[in-house]
């Protein structure tokens, strides 16, 4: 085994990895950071997003309202403290990025624009034109090249944490390209692994979206917190999930169903506006737009498509092609491409899909878990901004920010700790070795790998999609527990070591079973409705409504070997925000001069 | 990487536009026998002159033509990879504009010529 | 339903811990109208032989990874679609100019080595703090560059390359587009320090300028552009030299 001494160690090499590589290399070029990833960098899932990452920038925005908007936005399931911390930082980090070469767009003096987004009172997004995932992520991987400090492990697969006198240690990672393994010591290690939506069936995700570091940490006993909340992006392409950003709506877009209607002025988000108008109807979060389709789906007002199936149009004729071209390249041209639709002259049919995990490993407001030594940041981690429902724009936002936190924090960790045992780690990384090599070596076995993914993601569409029952949760429950079982019995085409991906996809099946379980058990647990949350069940329909009596609560899932997960809860930070009723368009607007009125 | 270009079109057509060049350098030798020729006395310029006029010249002229013309066309067909972006008006110009550039100057040049080549004969 | 047919598709595969030399393979794959080549090979990968070996993950075409030689043009198999090439069969190879690692995977070590060469990060003309806020830049100080920062590193233009399949030193189409990005930036003063490596040996007068890399990026960027006017820019570079103590880079 090839055996790696760095100082901090960091899993995932997208937006927040290379945010936090960057942080540790800026401020103290001595210290070693091994940057693994199993894929190059620039390929991960941050390349996709499209919209932008929000930011007070404007003179009439306030760091009140981006704090406001988000706790709001998040159901009241956010920790108030953190996310007071994340909005003061999100200027300055963003401003950083510009720094680097991000080419934000501009407005005609040369400034950064901002553009609307779901849910924001103000315009505070930052964007690229419809890439700004891909432009950050550029930006950071070629500005973290010019540190040579961090040493890469570009396509390293990593199978297991070192956990050691109560500490963690370091990693195991297999090189992909030979199928030998490598132990990677580090005094902090930081997982930036990105979500797990791919659990999911129709999801706008990459393959490469499958909650590895979740699953790391999970086995080590930290808690995935908050797993229940699961994003359905309103505006997806049929089938495939692809996502036509919430920018579409931001710079004027309307969303209507076979009739024509702009049916979100019928679930709370009117009255109806001609201009994008900011949280009120298409500039709804995206929680609530998600779950308007599903009622029109129920009253057969939806678009009944003979091979896309049910969907609603994305109407954005009226901006032109011109404006079209200038704001969102990227949807003109996936909608040419991939839809054979030109969105200036047709409507494009869309409907939700599975976008964002809210929760993730559990930490804290400098982005520690309950294991000394190890860091969670980005999607893969829930530091406690994003609640029951993110707003769109604030999770590009926390990959800086939180990157940059968790490179501080993890720093300062691995300065004040000594190196480990390297003979004993060598002994538990060759342990990993031989499990996930018996995974590869072991014959016999009748289950097909994909038979047992597409159990999976059907059953966690049919059991934790939009709307949620008791029933259909539990059978979902049982069929992971049933695919848990089955995966023991599976068996690999591909048994060589050179890039063997037939292996390295049931290791991430083997993650992705874990975390799905733990959606599912903390779903069926929560007996509320909140966020992305939606239940229509329960005693009189109970559960359909918020109950903070019982359930402002945060759902901690811990791992059991060899059984379903335990779920247990954990307090809400509130600062200054106090649950109220959550209220968008003219209602929204209503409660805010309310409470205005009120603390006056 | 024998025979490289012959595993695509868009490189066949890369190399017989290189190839073409040869027939801009046949040209020149032949205008360059005539001056020559002019050098050595009126009668060996009548002779040239003559033999320019014969079936076999002519027909070599056209397949020169032909070729001259394939190189301008695929020349400028390169053009938006080898200029440097022209910005007007605070808008990059289309690369067919370039390419439409290239040829509406080709197109006078040529029009130039021959109206001055014309007015001489006259 | 969408009606199901079934197309061919001649994979070039290659296990490096069995074969001597890449040999085809040819599988039936049913799909409908929507169906990439991507989700060919994935459908062979599920359905019909696992050790078959391919990067992918977005499937939007803005991830980079899974470029093939499709009917032996270099494509992004996510947004090339199978019914365009129906009742025809389809031949999928690993991207031409590098070595094959395993079937469609190739070694991409010499890209990301280039790439790390031509300094692909801002080098502050005026160091700025946060506290100063944003760096200005008008709208034609942006247009000089944006179109430069659109590449994916997908390296299908290298695939396309005659240059780099003859020299595989040579900096080639994506990483110089990368470096001329960089130049063109009103925020980056570092071209002097870029020049050299773009007159040197391994630098732009590789360039014959066949144009296909531009014809085959997936993104507009037209690297071939960013090679040939940086041509220029190395001559004018060496002639000011001859002027000018200061003129040009070293």
Redesign the interface.
Known sequence: MEIYKADVVIVGGGGSGLRAAIAVAESYPSLKIALVSK??P????T??AEGGAAGIKRPDDSLDYHFHDTVGGGDWLCEQDVVEYFVKQAP?EL??L????C??S?T?????NVRPFGGMKIERTWFAAD?SG??IL?TLF??S??FPSIKRF?EYFCIDLLEEDGRVQGVVAIEM?TGEFTMIEGKSVILATGGAGRVFRESTL???VTGDGMALAFRHGVALRDMEFVQYHPTCMP??G??FTEACRGEGGYLVNKDGYRYLQDYGLGPLQDKPKNKYMELGPRDRLSQAFWYEQQKGRTIEH??LGSVVHLDMRHLGEAYLHERLP?IY??AE??MGIDPAKEPIPVRPGVHYTMGGVKVDGKCETSLPGLFAIGECASVGIHGANRLGSNSLTELVVFGKTAGDAALAHAKSVEPGNSASLLKQAQAAEQRVLALKTKTGGTER??TIRKEMVKSMEDGCGIYRLEETMQQTCDKLSELRERFKNIN???K???????WLYAIELDYQLDVAQSMAHSAVNRKESRGAHQRLDGPDGAYKQRDDVNFLKHSEAYYVPGSAPRIAYGDVKITKSPPAARAYGAAGEKADQERKESHA | MDGWWKKNPYYVEFMVHEATALFVAAYAITLLFGLIRLGQGPEAWNGWLEAMQSPLSIIFHLALLAGFVYHTFTWFKLFPLTTPPIVINGKKLEPCAIVGGGWAAAIGAAVVSFVIVWGIAA | M?EQKIIEIEVLRY????DQAPHSEVYKVPF?D?MSVLQGVQYI???L???L?????????????CGMMINGIPKLSC?TFIRDYYPKRITVEALANFPI???L?V??SGF?EK??SI????I?KEP?T?EQ???????A??AE??QF??C??CTLCYAACPQVGLDPDFIGPGAMA?LHR?NM?S??GGQAQRMELVASVEGVYNCGAVGYCSEVCPKKVNPGNAVNINKINAAKDYFLRFLSPKGGAK
């Open positions: 894929v190059y620039m390929r991960s899932h390349v996709a300055i401003t950083r510009e720094h680097w070469g080419p934000w501009r005609a003096d040369g400034h950064v890439k891909f432009h550029h070629q500005t090249i010019q570009d390209a990459g393959g490469i089938i495939t692809l996502l003979p091979i990227l041209e996936m491409t991939f790998m994909s690999l085409d591909d060589t070591d050179v890039w063997n991906t037939d | 969408p296990l490096p811990e069995a409908t929507d990968k599920d359905n032989d696992g050790s070996t391919f990067r992918w993950s977005c499937r939007m075409a803005i991830c980079g990874s947004e690692e395993k079937d995977v070694d991409l990301i790439l790390e300094q692909p990060y801002i502050p700025r946060v806020g944003e760096y200005i830049q008008t709208p100080q942006f560059y944006i920062t659109s994916i590193n990368l960089y930036d925020r980056d």
